[in-house]
């Protein structure tokens, strides 16, 4: 039996349509690299939030108060989060009475800080955004109190080794939180989603204890952790610059400037425009 032309075409089409809506809807782009995620993320910047649908107060009990009440016995904690956004995590934690620190927001869509800085104004000198891929993260060893990545971690461009990095960078005794993907999206995400119980034996492997997962949405659930050590108060917070490593060659050495970070090292500059620092490019 001959089948019609007509059908093949619709079942083309159909399978065109399925396979549109898993690389950019379900995926995000994150199978075809970097610049497609980024590209998606600053083309749906400005509708980002609404379409989330975010809860202020949902936000405010799953994550600013657990995170501000792991910190409460230091003061001016650090917290970097990771993949930012739209300053969903720092918001959260901002708005909390009980935490006096400062976040650093990293994201590698500039659109997405962008709209970040406009909702964190009343923030401003508690909020750092940062223009940079989580790939390298562009900070010393162990300089915050506090590191983590909201509805993210699958959509980077190497979640492992972004993983590893966000260990590097939490002090001793540091608070850790990241979200896993859940339900059956996670499954058309090979290599990116993890089941819970591989995703908590990550961490443990990448040294973290007190693992443990913490149901949240239908498609993310919470893992906590900690890494091993305890949390000293230092004091004074260090300026942002004496957190800061090169992203082109590594050198800790960084000047700042009038409106840009120079490397000492191999004169590389980065600027700050509209409240970013930039240490991203569009060429990179």
């Known amino acids: 039996m001959e089948v019609p032309l007509w059908l093949i075409a619709l079942s083309g089409v159909a399978l065109a349509v399925a396979f549109g809506y898993w690389a950019v809807v379900i995926t995000e782009g994150a199978y075809f690299g970097r610049r497609l995620v980024t590209f998606l993320y600053d083309r749906g910047a400005d509708t980002y939030d609404v379409v989330k649908e975010f809860n202020p107060t949902e936000d405010a009990w799953f994550l600013g108060i657990p995170m501000a009440r792991d910190l409460s016995d230091v003061r ?3 917290v970097l989060d990771v993949a930012t956004g739209t300053g969903r995590m720092a918001l959260s934690l901002l708005r909390q009475l009980t935490f006096d620190g400062h976040v650093v927001g990293l994201d590698a869509s500039r659109e997405m800080l962008a709209i970040a800085r406009h909702k964190t104004q009343r923030y401003t000198g508690r909020m750092t955004l940062v223009w940079k891929d989580a790939t390298r ?9 506090a590191v983590s990545c909201i509805e993210a971690l699958e959509f980077l461009p190497r979640p492992r080794e972004t993983l590893a990095e966000m260990v590097r960078v939490l002090r001793p005794g540091g608070s850790f939180l990241v979200t896993n ?3 059956w999206e996670r499954y058309l995400m090979p ?3 993890f089941k819970p119980a591989q ?3 990550m961490l443990v492997d990448l040294g973290l204890e007190r693992v443990w997962t913490k149901p949240w949405q239908t498609y993310y659930d ?3 952790a900690r890494k091993p050590g305890t949390l000293t108060d230092r004091g004074t917070p260090p300026a942002l610059v004496e957190l800061l490593r090169c992203p082109f060659c590594g050198s800790e050495r960084l000047d700042s ?3 840009t ?3 000492s090292a191999c004169d590389r500059q980065y600027a700050r425009r509209e409240g970013i620092l930039e240490l991203e490019s569009s060429s990179d």
Do not use: N, Q, T, Y
């Not at 993260?137 to 109190?145: A, H, M, S, T, Y």
């Open 199 to 201: 995703l908590e034996s």
């Open 222 to 224: 919470l893992i906590w």
């Open 257 to 259: 400037g009038d409106s």
């Open 261 to 263: 970070l120079i490397c």
């Open 137 to 145: 993260l562009p900070f010393v060893d162990e300089c915050f109190d």
């Open 181 to 183: 993907r859940i339900g």
């Open 76 to 78: 001016h904690p650090l």
């Open 191 to 193: 290599g990116r989603a």
